[in-house]
């Protein structure tokens, strides 16, 4: 039901799109504050790094940067010159599906061989963004 409505409705508009990803975004940071409010292991994965890392959209047109430093977490919108780690899609249409329905592997999968996501960064720290 989700993909459906990702790709029928939701997708439909480039301009909707860009309002989704950036509601997407901040949404991430949004639960990242609270699980660092309420969960003590997840306050501890975040002292383990000092990183920047931003998702953003090819071209630095759209995106958000997040900021762990010395255990606390922070985040703005807009990219980041010299981000540590950057999750970068080729468009918000891209984003929002791939972000909206993480069940759909292969639609995952594709994207990747077909270039529409890519990770920059150290290896490690791109997985530790990843993962947390």
Do not use: H
């Amino acid at each position: 039901m989700v993909s459906y409505t990702v790709d029928r409705v939701l997708t439909r508009s480039e301009s909707l799109s860009d309002v989704l990803f950036q509601v997407i975004l901040f949404s991430i940071y949004c639960l990242m504050k609270f699980k660092f409010a309420c969960n003590t292991a997840f306050r501890n994965r975040v002292r383990e790094k000092n990183l920047t890392a931003q998702i953003k959209v090819s071209g630095d047109r759209s995106g958000r940067t997040y900021v762990f430093k010395d255990g606390k977490l922070s985040s703005q919108r807009g990219t980041a010159a010299g981000a540590d780690v950057s999750m970068i899609f080729s468009d918000t249409r891209t984003a929002v599906q791939l972000m909206m329905d993480q069940s759909n592997k292969l639609r995952q999968l594709n994207a990747i061989k077909n270039f529409r996501v890519d990770v920059q960064g150290d290896d490690r720290d791109s997985r530790w963004f990843i993962q947390t």
